[in-house]
């Protein structure tokens, strides 16, 4: 492995899937026939349950799906449309190469094998109705200023609704706001997002703890893209919010062909007073390459990034973060003895920015001296539908045409003996399970 940060290579991908620390691979899963279903699959009695509990928080009215799958009448249109993206698994968005790396996640979002035949075997029976009777009730849904974290106890908006043009350039900019804070509070939960109007026209927002307006840097505290929630942390885990923080939010703002006012805020979810979290939550853009160089019309353009940990570490989760052109990302730990191993890949879709949250028996256990390897692939080709044009170069840059390659990581720090005792831990369920 000698490539170094910004180079590139042209050609097709492919990752050697080796244990992390424990964790098995698992191999392809490929959804079951669907010739081996027995009985009749109805939608009433097959289908709504499946599109209920994992499709219809997106696909209804005013949601951010471009049909509603409410009702059999609204999905059976649709039917040959499902059965792709389902078999193929573009639907439900959960992007994580399944033949590699780690395969425990929460809020995993995918559909099982079993679900995806079911749904499957109704499609190629001509999507029957079935009887009125099997019908589950209607599943009922919060507004769309529903918070994913739950209720905040502090919500902190940008100063004034922002108005974007009907037509325009893409616009950056920075907004300050008082947090009101009159003592340090510890954090379990954050989230940032735009108001219910403002949705459309947000590319990103990303908040940010200052002392001061006038600041150079500031902490990391959150993001919003297309397609994502908010933050959980883990149990025992938590971000400092200190006494009078400013609360920096950068904004991307596109226009859409119609006027949009916008308040982009910030919820926050506090520990009880005087409660601290035994962890410091870390969640930070890392191995970033500015040195991109996408030719026009090529595909499976590769480049290579690194970050050292000089600490041990518990990694926590796992958000590619790519532009229009980009396909694929994984990362693996080089270790101090030399050794690799693949922590996750994850195929890219522009409309999902998805955070893959580690399950705890699964989080990567990294010692001090590991290096994170963050590869990358672009497609500049015409059969990328998110392609801008496939006749110009693009390298990095802050707007959608052009294109980023890092990787979002939440981690928290061990000293040497918890770090021991974590992988003795996992050593001993990795040998239960063997048994």
């Not at 994913?148 to 108005?163: A, R, S, T, W, Y």
């Not at 907004?175 to 009159?182: A, C, M, N, R, V």
């Not at 308040?263 to 853009?285: I, M």
């Not at 590619?320 to 980009?326: A, D, E, F, I, K």
Request: proline fraction near 7%; include cysteine.
């Amino acid at each position: 492995m000698k490539a170094s940060i910004g180079t590139r290579s042209v050609g097709s991908f492919g990752v050697v899937a080796l244990a992390l620390l424990g964790v098995s691979t698992l191999s392809a899963v490929t959804p079951a026939a669907a010739g081996g279903q027995n009985a009749e699959v109805t939608f009433t009695k097959d289908v709504a349950p499946i599109l209920q509990a994992s499709c219809q928080t997106c696909h209804r009215e005013g949601a951010i799906a471009p049909m509603s799958l409410m009702t059999y009448e609204d999905a059976r249109p649709w039917a040959r449309a499902i059965k792709e993206k389902v078999s193929t698994r573009m639907m439900p968005p959960w992007y994580i190469d399944r033949n590699v790396g780690v395969q425990s996640f929460k809020y995993d979002r995918s559909l099982s094998d079993d679900q995806i035949a079911t749904l499957v075997a109704w499609v190629d029976a001509g999507a029957p109705r079935g009887n009125p009777s099997d019908m589950p009730p209607p599943r009922e849904f919060a507004d769309r200023d529903r918070w994913h974290i739950g209720e905040p106890d502090l919500v902190i908006p940008i100063p004034e609704p922002f108005v974007v043009p009907a037509e325009g350039a893409n616009w950056w900019g920075d907004f300050f706001s008082d947090s009101g804070l009159t003592e340090d509070r510890w954090i379990k939960a954050v989230e940032t997002k735009p108001s219910a109007e403002g949705f459309p026209v947000v590319h990103h927002a990303v908040t940010r703890l200052q002392e001061t307006e006038d600041a150079d840097t500031g902490d990391f505290l959150n993001e919003y893209a297309q397609g994502k929630n908010g933050d959980v942390f883990p149990p025992g885990t938590g971000r400092l919010v200190k006494a009078g923080s400013i609360i920096r939010f950068n904004l991307h703002y596109a226009s859409i062909g119609k006027e949009t006012t916008d308040r982009t805020s910030v919820g926050l979810t506090f520990y009880p007073k005087g409660e601290e979290p035994e962890k410091e939550l870390f969640s930070r853009a890392l191995a970033q390459n500015f040195d991109l160089d996408i030719p026009p019309g090529e595909d499976n353009v590769r480049h290579d990034s690194y970050h050292p940990f000089t600490t041990n570490v518990r990694l926590t989760g796992f958000q590619p973060h790519l532009h229009n052109r980009g396909k694929r990302q994984c990362i693996e730990a080089i270790l101090p003895d030399g050794n690799t191993q693949t922590i996750s890949c994850a195929n890219w879709d522009f409309g999902w920015h998805i955070v893959y949250n580690y399950a705890d028996d699964a989080q990567p256990l990294l010692p001090k001296g590991t290096f994170l390897h963050t590869i990358t692939w672009h497609d500049n080709s015409s059969a990328n539908r998110w392609n801008p044009d496939p006749r110009n170069w693009a390298g990095f840059g802050q707007r959608s045409s052009d294109d980023m390659s890092f990787t979002w990581t939440s981690y928290y720090e061990l000293d040497d003996e918890e770090f021991a005792a974590a992988v003795e831990e996992r050593k001993a369920m990795t040998d239960n399970n063997d048994e």
